[in-house]
């Protein structure tokens, strides 16, 4: 065989082995066609199965990729198979293996098609921080959120639920029903416009005098320069529990709720701020009154009477003398007991005529429904100790739930009544309270600190 023959063969070879190593190629990114995936409840899914994973270069010759995941409730993670345990949302984590710095995460979002709860997801955007929001939601509750610009330069633009743009409900705070299907939260944000501030303010009126029951009074205010960019905060610095006011920009609207004294500040900046003191009193003619008192027989019982029924508790209740009837009917009860007890042994007091409100264990109450409006109860009896309280007011107030948040109640402690004894039951030495409250034909009485009370009479009045 000739020489150059032989160097022929022999250069195949060589080329031939060569091409048999392939070369390793890493990829220097990586990335997922979509970043949230929908699982159903109790189902298994293999992840390297529903999610795509793209690496650069695409010729990357290692696309493995290792599954981690934080440890939740809503899913379990073994290898790459996950199982969908609840309905809500958790995140896997895709990691290369071949390049450990390349990392993506993935929204798992585990849903029941029998359900009526439903996603909340939030278009990412890190400008603003969303808080109040949860994963899912019944259709027909309420939704509730705050949004806050870390972005000092900016200022929220809108906000879209879906295609729709939502209205604030208090600076920035949004709400809204959640239909029956799945929504996006979107927040846009703009550039704040230059600040021009206020530099003087005068009002309407420095004082006003208010009668509980006629017209409310609007306040206006004038403020300097007149295109400033700075709102008015209104605010009740004294006697919120005297009137309630109704802001309208540069205009409040104050509502007499009982007799008494208010102020009204108003401000534009610490600099720039005016205030309205408040006289609120009670126009005496007309007024109309029915006094009840508590009629109710222990027989031979040594303990007070749990009262089943409204109507048990109705009929302890007989209109005094002329008076014309007021009380149409008792709508609630709670831990009320027809009579009293006290002492032990030789101090022990028994008492018929009057009703307990609660026990040192749970509170008591009573609501009334009348035939006419009233703004004042006298409350006649004992009570276990001054430190009692009782809220009087509007059955359907805020105020039972939520501690001042409309002000148709009144908070009173039993300072003014008898603390009840043996002594002070055969001396029949009653006390009597007087609570003003905003208006109201359904009205509500109740123990709040477990500390009972014992009525004797109850007189309601439209003052």
Request: net charge negative; charged share 20%; with cysteine.
């Amino acid at each position: 065989m000739k020489a150059k023959q032989i160097l022929s063969l022999i250069s195949m070879g060589v080329l031939l082995v060569g091409c048999s190593k392939t070369q390793e190629i890493k990829p220097a990114k990586m990335s997922v066609v979509s970043e949230e995936i929908k699982v159903i409840l109790t189902s298994e899914r293999d992840l390297d199965d529903i999610v795509t994973i793209k690496f650069e270069p695409r010729n990357t010759t290692n696309k493995e990729v290792t599954w981690s995941c934080a440890s939740n409730d809503v899913l379990t993670l073994q290898g790459d198979i996950i199982k969908a345990n609840k309905i809500g949302k958790a995140i896997v984590t895709a990691t290369s293996k071949a390049n450990t710095s390349l990392k993506k995460d993935v929204t798992i979002k585990v849903w029941d098609p029998n359900s009526n709860q439903h996603f909340v997801d939030v278009v990412k955007n890190d400008e603003i921080q969303i808080t109040g929001l949860q994963d899912t939601y019944l259709a027909g509750s309420l939704v509730s959120f705050s949004v806050q610009v870390l972005n000092n330069e900016k200022e929220i633009d809108n906000v879209f639920l879906n295609d729709t743009i939502l209205s604030t409900k208090s600076e920035t705070n949004y709400e809204f029903i959640m239909p029956s299907k799945d929504v996006t939260i979107n927040v846009t944000t703009k550039k704040k416009a230059p600040t021009i501030a206020a530099t003087s303010i005068q009002l309407s009126q420095t004082s006003l005098s208010l009668v509980v029951g006629e017209s409310d009074v609007t306040l206006s205010a004038t403020v300097e320069p007149s295109n400033t960019t700075q709102t008015a905060r209104w605010e009740i610095v004294e006697g919120n529990d005297v009137i309630n006011i109704n802001v309208n920009n540069n205009e409040a609207t104050v509502h007499a709720i009982k007799q008494g004294t208010a102020k009204i500040v108003v401000s534009y900046n610490q600099n720039v701020k005016a205030e309205c003191n408040v006289t609120v009193t009670r126009n005496n003619a007309g007024v109309t009154s029915a006094k009840y008192d508590v009629e109710f027989d222990m027989g031979t019982r040594k303990t007070a009477k749990p009262l089943e029924t409204p109507e048990e508790v109705f009929d302890t209740l007989k209109i005094f003398e002329d008076d014309t009837p007021i009380l149409d009917s008792i709508s609630e009860i709670e831990y009320i007991y027809g009579g009293g007890n006290g002492g032990r042994g030789e101090t022990a007091w028994y008492a018929g005529n009057m009703l307990k409100f609660g026990t040192t264990s749970v509170n008591g109450s009573i609501t009334f429904s009348l035939n006419s409006p009233i703004n004042q109860i006298k409350i006649t009896g004992y009570t276990t100790d001054n430190s009692s309280k009782i809220r009087v007011g509007d059955s359907e107030s805020l105020d039972w739930t939520d501690e001042a948040t409309d002000n148709k109640t009144t908070l009173v402690t039993c300072t003014d009544m008898v603390e009840i004894t043996k002594d002070i039951i055969d001396a029949n030495q009653t006390s009597t309270i007087t609570i003003d409250f905003e208006t109201t034909t359904s009205l509500k009485i109740a123990t709040t600190n477990k500390k009972p009370i014992y009525i004797t009479a109850i007189e309601f009045l439209l003052v």
